[in-house]
């Protein structure tokens, strides 16, 4: 059974899973059955776009965070743990997620403004200079060299630093749950995580090691 987009199904990982993790260490089998729990609530939430992302966005969490800290270190975590996923992606199955979807909601959230970080910026300090443009502008060009080049982790780089402005939109209050005026970044979110996270997942339980370091919240 699969999910829309071809996406494995959180049942169907669960699966996978119980055939395999007995050999696996104790903090990847932590990460797995997380991630899958929230999947699993994010696939109960079929029109409320608002809550299947953030359920969407915490599975993503579960697997790959090891330790808080200030904004930058947290990127930079996703940029470490999207490099460990290209080594195991031995069948580019990140690529063809990615790049299936560019044509579709990748390139609209990638054009969206409302999802780029300095343009908020802009907005709360009152700058009128227009910089965001440009910065905004060359990192659009940036994601379409990622494509003519099948730079998977550039592309993968970028679509992860917009999804997460608008988590940060989510989870901080900054939108109305709902609201018409983030409808299409939230659907966009929606589409590319609901492909993404199922992928992560599978990648990680066939990686099977523990490279991925210890969970912030282990089990005690």
């Not at 403004?113 to 965001?132: G, T, Y």
């Not at 443009?133 to 990192?139: I, K, L, P």
Request: net charge positive; proline share 3%.
């Amino acid at each position: 059974m699969t999910t829309r987009a071809g996406a494995l199904d959180a049942s169907t990982l669960k699966q996978r899973h119980r055939d395999m993790r007995d050999g696996q260490p104790e903090s990847l089998r932590i990460r797995i059955h997380r991630a899958l729990s929230w999947l699993a609530r994010a696939e109960r939430e079929p029109d409320d776009h608002d809550a299947r992302y953030i359920f969407l966005w915490i599975a993503f969490n579960a697997v790959y965070a090891s330790e808080f800290g200030f904004e930058q270190k947290e990127r930079e975590q996703v940029r470490q743990f999207i490099a460990q996923l290209l080594k195991l992606d031995t069948e580019q199955q990140l690529h063809r997620a990615l790049f299936g979807q560019f044509s579709g909601p990748i390139r609209t959230l990638i054009d969206n403004r409302f999802v780029f970080e300095p343009f908020w910026r802009a907005m709360r300090d009152h700058d009128a200079s227009n910089a965001w443009e440009t910065s905004f502008s060359a990192a659009k060009k940036r994601a379409l060299d990622a494509v003519m080049t099948n730079d998977t982790a550039t592309l993968l780089s970028i679509v992860l630093d917009r999804l997460y402005v608008l988590r940060n939109q989510l989870i901080h209050g900054g939108a109305t749950w709902g609201g018409s005026t983030n409808r299409a970044q939230v659907r966009d979110g929606v589409a590319i995580l609901g492909v993404l996270v199922p992928v992560v997942v599978g990648l990680m339980m066939r990686g099977g090691g523990d490279g991925f370091g210890g969970v912030a919240f282990p089990v005690v």
